[in-house]
Nanobody, 124 residues
């Protein structure tokens, strides 16, 4: 069973940048679509973006388009989330996850393996 571990979170001022990593165990990482979600206190988990197995297709929620970039290194079983121009409303726990069926999706119901998350706090 694949396991996912996020890292790279922290405290940053508004306008700053962070790069999150998602390290995956298992040999199937290179053939699966992966996604990022986030959950702020008192709010539902929210889709951030996904990347297909080849990295050829990405999708982002509107609020992060132009600021966040997802990439992956299949040789290292790692996915990344580069976050620039951070805003206080980006404060949340960020999770990486694996799509269950292979197709990109914005619904958390379509993801079957999740990491434990990494906290991102953006101060104003």
């Amino acid at each position: 069973q694949m396991q996912l571990v996020e890292s790279g979170g922290g405290l940053v001022q508004a306008g700053g940048s962070l790069r999150l990593s998602c390290a995956a165990s298992g040999r199937t990482f290179s053939v699966v679509t992966m996604g990022w979600f986030r959950q702020a206190p008192g709010k539902a988990r929210e889709f951030v973006g996904y990347i297909t197995w080849s990295g050829g297709v990405t999708d982002y929620t509107d609020s992060v388009k132009g600021r966040f970039t997802i990439s992956r290194d299949n040789a290292k079983n790692t996915m990344f989330l580069q976050m620039n121009s951070l805003k206080p409303e980006d404060t949340a726990v960020y999770y990486c996850a694996r799509v269950a069926h292979g197709h990109g999706s914005r619904s958390s119901n379509d993801y079957d393996v999740w990491g434990r998350g990494t906290q991102v706090t953006v101060s104003s």
